[in-house]
């Protein structure tokens, strides 16, 4: 009844995902400065340091700028140019996206030395941040399907590394770069961990069939898959990962939050009803409207700022229910009538209903994951699904590379050609169900279909690569 | 009451099936020269029974006319009539009728039976003429455009302008999506289109005898004529159970002589009640069991559904799908496996094979596109020859018509163009040039300029730049959107037919205010075809996103691109510049026609769009200009409105759409494919996929950043240094599909990556300029296109066999090479 998901808080940058990621793989351990104070590792910034972390650069600059210009060409890499601009010119080929008001950029995460040039603490400026890289893997386990074998051990960990060494094996450029990144610059000896699946979501396999969840684990082990990473430029299958991680992380709360919201409906309604009929019921949790209609009606931010609050509330309410009864062991529908039963239970549901108790986190974690970033400029992001209209309005108005990832990998080959009807089908997965004709427009806006007047969901689907 | 002899009662017993509902009349030589018949008890009984037309409720005088529309049935077919029904003024207003199509086929003493078919209003011969034993017959399709000559004559007495506008009102776009039922007859008084391509052809194939069923797919969207094709087919067959007329239905079955009758799918997006799943390929296998003709009308949609739900248990069904779909059959699929499909015959348009098992062919099969080839280009030739012992289909490819090479082209060898053209010859004549107020009437206006057969042209190719401007083609549906917009605007979805006059005189700019007058002149002006085919007359903003026709035309609406110069036919030396002139100075005095026609060339085509309704409104224009009262907020508004009108009319006149240029080249890159039409062109493109570092010098290299987000190449001296490879040894080329136009990148003979070449990657290419690329409004949309195409570079396989790393140092490219992996 309670999702197993963490508490999740924004991520500041999109980077981050992958960094987590990357941690889990190499190292649980923290890095710690020599008083014990943890160190916070940002890749170009300021350094600095708080009551609670030391902010530690790991871009190299002046003689170490050198010595990694020095160490990338003994590892490989020949040229006359002076090792200085050798590593000027590979630092800022590797940057990462800059928001408008961010106060540090992170390394893109191109290989696994790059991704560990900023950690969690760094990214979030927070001693103790969320721990990304597990609810990714406790989404992509709530995403596990009954018929899939018990025993396997695919993690979003597990497969990430697999994608990274077989990118590394055949990109001799990227490989030359991450050992010297490792050499030279890495603040951490890093070792890899066996990449362990979540153990929070046990139990819960098939019980979304449709959801985010399912949409995150069939996308990721696709994009991961030795077709696509031989498809894709490194750059790009990191731009990708991002956003398939961005997406997932944001509407896995959303679909948390309604069925919450969907769940507290129920009981004040009826004793009776089954899970297959609550998630009939649930509201789409992520109202995409027409893009013919007024800025008003295609606004998301009140709706989902709400339904997020809301979710909080009543999941704490849920959540203290079945603690205080310990009833949490029941099957659902006994729970569900034992809940409908308890009239302060229904008054608190109801209360929290109509509730606007202000709670950030939730919602901020969704926003940030899919807004838009900066628009323009040389670290432009172009691969959001939302943007702001003025300071008020929110709408669902996808980058052009959004689309691009989100239909190419509803495709398990690479130059392949899908159709509308099934990248229609991988969005109601994720939530969002655009009208036929506004999401033929985006595809045909990004050049990967042709609308044609009888196709209807058949129209041609290109993948980009 | 009409008295039969017993041949004739045998007749009409036979015709009924014990019909009590119907009503006789007999035609009179008087009556056939009078062109009037008298609506005798019995016929206004039966017209108000059916609730066609009730005569006591008519008003005396010509103008309360009511004009019902039926089909005359014959031995050789059927086709379409309208009904005159009037109480003259004259008199006690005795009610009258007149048809008259029926001199083609009546003579004196005819007995004619009205009455309903398939709830349509229907005429039938019961008799021959007295005395004469020549058998009557319909007109054969040989005499068919004569009839249509001699119906105008005819009409031209009987029916008036606004009754054939009127009737306008049901072709214009909106109405039902549902596919026509095989019973129904096309809509009577307007012309055809011609079958588009492979129609003809498929049609012959499938009448030809057999000794093994055959499957005819027609594919296409709605509007593209399946069902009438479909219709035509069965017609005059037999339907075995029949299904009723008020529904639309999926499939109707058809007894034949031989076999075991057709199977016809009508509308395959009805689900079926036998099949729940995969309907189309278990009906596929069902016909090939029962040894049955299979007619399919199935969109694209369909055919791909079908084709992702694979089961082994109607596995044929979905390789002939599959087939259909894209001629290819799915390697998932069991190939071990027969039945099998084979193609010997493939085009753009038309598929032909067959089905075999066993190594014997158990089916035919041939698959038509109906909407493969624009309805405004030239239909490519295709046909079905029967040899002594072996049939074939043979055709021409589809070929695309440079704007240079359709000026010749005569309309009637153009589907839309002969609709247009046969529409405004019925039109035509209805003209009342001496009616009151007709110089004040747009719909008039608008039908002699387009009865100028180069102006119709020059309409149709506009039409055909939008088909290219927004990668989209014209249904017959939207054809006759268009022709509707041409002649009565957007009438049809703002007012009912029969208050299009009242509109018009409410509107006549005859007060005694310039200014007022002016405004209702623009309300007038805005049902002129060019104002109303690109939604600017009184459009609703939502009809530019969603009207079927503006959406394709306001694409190119010639006010988007006004290109400075002087239109001497061709539009690379631009066209506004005499427009421009016309609005420049104080505008008190002189008309801005005037103006133009002065500048413009004595053959310009321009001066024969010009009618008494574009004087009548210049006049006005001047007045309103004139007046005393006329505010600047409104003089401002007025010289923008008309600017805009003569700029629309001048243009489309002359066949000139916004962005003609861009248009003109990707015909040419069309026509030219594999090749380019010229260098310019050619170096236009490689600036824009590889734009040189150093913008002044062609040869300079294309540099992409490794590890960026977007590949942008690097670009001048003082590029920050980062991580490139050089691009140099790109080649391209075009290739094309139908309507569609790829660009191919080779680099060092491998074919590196593929692009649609559109209208709008032609648009921005052209917008390259000496190595400096250009920014078009569409570059936002192009650049995604363009980047992956770039990236293509970088990726594993082509980085594996690059040695051609960069950095930019100071202006200067440093190479740097990798060692091979120890490993």
């Known amino acids: 009844m309670i999702l197993p998901l963490p508490r999740p808080q924004y991520v500041a940058v999109p980077e981050g995902f992958i960094t987590a990621i990357a941690w889990r793989a190499f190292t649980a351990g923290e890095v710690k400065n020599e008083s014990g104070k943890k160190v916070a590792l940002r890749f170009r910034g300021t350094e600095a340091v708080t009551k609670t972390l030391e902010y530690r650069i790991t871009e190299p600059k002046g003689e170490l700028l050198t010595s990694f210009g020095e160490t990338v060409q003994s590892d490989g890499i020949n040229t006359l140019l002076p090792p200085d601009q050798l590593g000027e010119s590979i630092v800022n080929s590797v940057l990462g996206v800059k928001s408008d008001k961010g106060k540090f950029q992170p390394a893109s995460p191109l290989s696994p030395a790059w991704a560990m040039m900023q950690n969690m603490s760094g990214i979030q400026g927070s001693e103790n941040p969320p721990d990304l890289a597990e609810i990714l893997e406790t989404i992509f386990e709530l995403g596990l399907n009954q018929e899939e074998s018990a025993d396997n051990h695919q993690s979003v960990t597990s497969l990430w590394l697999e994608a990274v060494s077989a990118r590394l094996d055949s990109d001799r450029l990227l490989q030359i770069l991450d050992l010297a990144a490792d050499q030279s610059i890495s603040e951490i000896q890093r070792a890899p961990l066996d990449p362990q699946r979540s153990s929070k979501a046990i139990g819960w396999e098939g019980l979304f069939p449709s959801s985010p969840f399912v949409w995150f684990r069939e996308t990721w082990k696709t994009l991961t898959s030795a077709e696509w990473v031989e498809a894709l430029p490194a750059r790009v299958w990191v731009d990708w990962a991002t956003t398939v991680l961005r997406q997932a992380y944001a509407m896995a709360y959303l679909f948390e939050v309604t069925w919450y919201d969907a769940l507290a409906r129920s009981i004040l309604k009826s004793p009776e009803n089954t899970w297959e009929e609550l998630l009939f019921e649930m509201d789409d949790w992520f109202p995409w409207k027409p893009s013919n209609s007024g800025i008003e009606i295609r606004d998301v931010s009140s709706n989902l700022k709400w339904k997020s609050l809301r979710g909080v509330e009543i999941r704490e309410i849920l959540d203290d229910w079945l603690k205080a009864t310990s009833n949490g062991d029941e099957d659902f529908e006994t729970v569900h009538r034992m809940m409908h039963g308890d009239s302060a239970l229904r008054n608190k549901l109801a209360v929290a209903l109509g509730s606007r108790r202000e709670n950030k986190n939730l919602w901020e974690a969704i926003r940030y994951s899919l807004i838009t970033r900066e628009t323009q400029g040389p670290y432009a992001d172009h691969f959001g699904l939302l943007r702001s209209r003025g300071s008020r309005f929110l709408i669902a108005d996808p980058g052009t590379e959004w689309i691009t990832v989100i239909s190419s990998l509803t495709s398990s080959k690479p130059g392949s050609t899908t159709n509308v009807g099934k990248v229609t089908e991988h969005l109601k997965m994720l939530g969002a169900c655009p009208e036929p004709q506004d999401l033929i427009q985006l595809l045909e806006l990004a050049g990967l279909a042709r609308g044609s007047a009888d196709a209807d969901q058949g129209v041609a689907v290109e993948t980009a690569y | ?823």
């Not at chain 2, 017993?6 to 007999?26: P, T, V, W």
């Not at chain 2, 029967?386 to 289909?393: K, R």
């Not at chain 2, 005859?510 to 002006?525: G, M």
């Open chain 2, 1 to 823: 009451m009409i008295e039969l002899t017993a041949s004739e009662q045998s007749h009409l017993d036979g015709l009924l099936n014990g019909d009590q509902n119907y009503a006789l009349f007999r035609v009179t030589k008087t009556g056939l020269s009078k062109s009037i018949f008298d609506a005798t008890k019995e016929i206004r009984k039966f017209l108000r029974d059916n609730q066609l037309h009730d005569f006591d409720a008519q008003l005396q005088g010509q103008v309360h006319k009511k004009i019902v529309a039926g089909e005359f049935k014959t031995e050789n077919g059927n086709f379409p009539f309208f009904m005159h029904l009037n109480r003259p003024q004259s008199g006690n207003g005795d009610p009258r009728f007149w048809i008259p199509e029926i001199k083609e086929i009546a003579k004196p003493g005819n007995i004619f039976c009205l009455h309903l078919f398939e709830k349509r209003l229907t005429i039938s011969i019961i008799s021959a003429s007295v005395g004469d034993s020549t058998e009557v017959m319909a007109p054969s399709k040989a005499t068919n455009t004569k009839l249509e000559i001699m119906d105008i004559a005819n009409r031209q007495d009987q029916q008036d302008l606004w009754s054939m506008l009127g009737n306008l009102w049901e072709r214009a776009t909106g109405g039902s999506d549902v596919a026509a039922r095989p019973g129904d007859g096309g809509s009577p008084g307007w012309p055809s289109g011609p079958a588009t391509a492979g129609v003809d052809s498929a049609t012959k194939w499938f009448k030809a005898e057999s000794e093994i069923p055959k499957f005819l797919f027609l594919v296409g969207g709605p509007g593209g004529g399946k069902s009438f094709t479909a219709a035509k087919l069965v017609e005059g067959l037999k339907e075995i159970e029949p299904q009723g007329q008020d529904l639309a239905y999926r499939a109707h079955r058809y007894e034949t002589t031989s076999g075991d009758g057709i199977y016809l799918v009508n509308d395959a997006t009805i689900g079926s009640e036998i099949f729940e799943e995969n309907p189309l390929s278990q009906e596929i296998v069902d016909c090939l069991k029962r040894n049955s003709h299979l007619i399919a009308c199935v969109n694209r949609g369909i055919l791909v559904e079908e084709s992702n739900l694979l089961s082994e248990r109607y596995q044929i069904g979905q390789q002939l799908i599959q087939w259909v779909a894209n001629g290819n059959v799915d390697s998932d699929l069991d190939s071990s496996l027969t039945p099998q499909v084979t193609t010997t015959f493939p085009s753009d348009y038309l598929k032909a094979g067959f089905v075999i098992e066993g190594g014997k062919p158990v089916a035919e099969i041939t698959a038509v596109y109906v909407d493969s080839c624009s309805l405004l280009e030239k239909v490519p030739y295709s046909e079905f020859s029967i040899q002594e012992d072996s049939s074939s289909f043979e055709g021409k490819p589809y070929v695309i018509q440079t704007f240079g090479d359709r000026k010749t082209t005569p309309m009637d060898s153009i589907p839309a163009g002969v609709i247009l053209k046969e529409t405004l010859e019925l039109l035509a004549e209805a003209i009342d040039s001496d009616s009151p107020n007709a110089q004040y009437n747009p719909f008039v206006a608008n039908i002699k300029s387009l009865s100028n057969s180069q102006i119709s042209t020059n309409l149709l190719s506009v039409a055909r730049a939008a088909e290219i401007g927004s990668s989209t083609k014209f249904t017959y549906r939207e054809i006759w959107g268009l022709i509707c917009r041409s002649i009565v605007g957007n009438a049809p979805n703002v007012y009912n037919s029969d208050q299009i006059e009242k509109v018009i005189i409410s509107h006549l700019p005859i007060t005694e205010d310039a200014i007022d007058n002016f405004h209702n002149f623009q309300v007038l002006a805005g049902f002129r075809y060019s104002q109303s085919i690109f939604g600017g007359g009184s459009e609703k903003s939502n009809n530019l996103l969603f009207d079927p026709v503006l959406r394709l035309m306001k694409v190119v609406d010639p006010v988007l691109d006004s290109q400075p110069g002087l239109f001497t036919g061709d539009v690379e030396h631009g066209w506004a510049t005499p427009i421009v002139d016309a609005f420049s100075g104080p505008l008190t005095e002189g008309s801005p026609l005037e103006s133009v026609l002065q500048q413009i060339s004595q053959k310009d085509i321009f001066r024969n769009v010009i009618t008494p309704f574009d004087w009548a409104l210049d006049k006005s224009f001047v007045e309103a200009m004139q007046s005393e009262k006329i505010k600047d907020s409104q003089r401002s508004s007025a010289i923008y409105w008309y600017s805009m009108y003569i700029s629309r009319l001048y243009a489309t006149s002359n066949g000139i759409s916004a962005f003609a240029i861009e248009v003109s080249n990707w015909l040419n890159l069309w026509k030219m494919s594999p090749h380019f039409p010229s260098e310019t062109v050619e170096k236009q493109f490689t600036t824009l996929i590889r734009p040189p570092r150093i913008p002044d010098e062609l040869n300079s290299s294309s540099l992409l950043p490794v590890f960026d987000s977007r590949t942008e190449p690097l670009r001048g001296d003082n590029a920050r240094l980062k991580l490139a490879i050089r691009v140099n040894d790109v080649r391209f080329r075009t290739s094309r599909s139908g309507d569609s136009l790829f660009l191919h990148l080779i680099d060092h003979n491998l074919e590196v990556s593929k692009v649609l070449l559109d209208f709008a990657l032609v648009r921005e290419a052209l917008s390259c300029v000496e190595g400096y690329p250009g920014v078009t409004e569409l570059s936002k949309n192009v650049s995604p296109r363009l980047e992956r195409v770039r990236a293509a570079n970088l990726v594993p396989k082509m980085l594996s066999q690059t040695n051609e790393y960069r950095v930019v140092v100071d202006g200067k490219e440093e190479t740097f090479s990798l060692e091979r992996s120890s490993n």
